[in-house]
């Protein structure tokens, strides 16, 4: 089905199922420890082996010696895979490094060995034994001391434009009446999802692979995975329906996928890997640290003249930029600007997507940004926002936004929240031990189109199947698409079974960039849309006219059971949603919010604790309030660890992130985080998805951190901009 937006009228407007809020269907099965994850799979033909990964000892250099004979004369131990034995591997269009290090080694902890044992603990001993003898190389591990020869990377699908420029930003900046010209930083961050990258492969005789994996993109890991084994697409089956969170992190296949298969074919049985814990912040991706310099310019009213955002970060090379600038260039008004996007080479682990890439680290410094300009304009800044607020592309004037309620979002939530209460001036509100401070930014995420595909089978009893390869990161997938077929057939929820997350069904959109809810639901119901064709066809009634209603057909004055159309067999329907190209270049889609915080600082000690937090989002039709509201609590929640703690602890010496564990890698968790209001305002975009639908998943991070960064200097009077805020800073 080609989108025809602005499509007015719809069979989803009923709304009888979706926009409920509704528990999701997979809940029991996660509440009950019965949903199948990666590592738990365990019904395949044979004995399943145990694979432990050996990490890199070093961040760059080469393997001068290895000697694996002391792992593989270990009790049980059935292979050790290296790549000297692994044969020639291609490599995966989505890693940066080789997923297989050796003899050349790209990054500490790039995996060197897979040791394959019958137990794990026969596994985890042997690969202890492995020696291995490195030649380290020199390598560049710090930011800040390689930003200065750092490129404009050459532009991609990933990056979009590295660097664009209106009017005369210099100009304009030199002339403004009021200046700010300050620079952030963001640290490293690691995803820290609760369950590891983790694989079973099995391997058929006639050569075809299958992978029970924890992967947010199944068609994309399938392609990666055949690339890399060298083997034909069809004969590789990826099957993830169940993923203990992903953030980015599992966007794409890892060693552990990569060795799993490998070590399968070397020890001739199925084969487990779970990366170990302490080697996933080394191993996989993590959010590139930021350098980011914001000037602004504006007039004594106010209104912004001059806008510039510039970006350094790093990667491995042939690795691409944190897209920091991106919402720059489209939150604010302003006639001139200019925003650019610089990579330095740097030998750490791989950069890469993490919740919200570009935007939720680009917020952190804009929105503060926007904080001091507004304190030097003596204004408030939320007045500040609503005065630079726009309706059309800053960039390109002539292209609108197709729905933008920044304002709403900003004036509904400092009348909820309280805002007036506040004190312009810092360090004026005490409670107690407390100086209290409330804190505000903008959330922005853009809304980006997918092709994604399902297939639907109403069978003889009237029970409805949706199959579709998109996958359920704990973000309430399974939950949305039943919600949109129920109320595209005009079936009770019951009625509806969901199967995800097998490269076998149709291919989606997949999990990633805020994506999956509305371009999913948009695929599952331009199959139904199919489906009901067909129900029309044996029924003998007009498509057009039809309506379908708890379980029955109205038609030209008929009320006939949907079950008719399936007395003697079943039907089945398939089918795609895309988007027209001209969609994305005649009107931006984007989604917006504002984000609200109170934190009170301990007087003595400097420790932040966060007392309130609100979000008001307008991101399209909310699917499922319930599961929406989830996502952006939970988005919350990760902006707070983003503002107060998460780091990833660099040894710029040697290279590696230190705390890479749970316990060193600071998260908040329950205690750190009080009562969380999020509101949805209404909007249906009716040029977003046919269910006029949008995401919200990274929406509720973008803008957090600034948020709470801000609220801290409300409280104390000092501005800290360089993440995450911890009470040293304080001090
Ligand atoms: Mo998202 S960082 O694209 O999973």
Redesign the pocket.
Known sequence: MKFDAPATTNPIDQLKVVGRPLNRIDGPYKTTGTAPYAYEHHEVPGDIAYGVVVGAGIAKGRIASMDTRAAQAAPGVLAVVTARNAGKLGKGKMNTAKLLGGPQIDHYHQAVALVVAQTFEQARAAAELVQVRYEAARGAFDLSAVKDGAKTPEPNENTGPTETSVGDFEGAYAAAPVQLDVTYTTPDQSHAMMEPHATLAVWNDDGALTVWTAN?MIDWGVGDLARTLNMPKDKVRLISPFIGG???GK?FVRADAVLAALGARAAKRPVKVALQRPLIANNTTHRPATIQRIRLGAGKDGRLTAVAHESWSGDLPGGGPETAVNQTRLLYAGANRMTGMKLAVLDLPEGN?????GEAPGMMALEVAMDEMAERLGMDPIAFRILNDTQVDPEKPSRPFTQRQLTQCLQQGAERFGWKARQARPGQQRDGRWLVGLGVAAAFRNNLLQTSGARVRLDTKGMLTVDTDMTDIGTGSYTILAQTAAETMGLPLERVTVRLGDSLLPVSCG???QWGAANSTAGVYAACMALRKQVAERLGVDAEQAQFVDGQVVAGGRTVPLTQAVADRELVAEDKIEYPKEFSEKAQQSTFGAHFVEVGVDMATCEVRVRRMLAVCAAGRILNPKTARSQVIGAMTMGVGAALMEDLALDKRRGFFVNHDLAAYEVPVHADIPHQEVVFLDETDPMSTPLKAKGVG?LGICGVAAAVANAIYNATGVRVRDYPVTLDKLL
């Open positions: 947010q992903g953030f980015g966007l997507a993490m919740r919200a890439p999990s990633g960039g990274e």
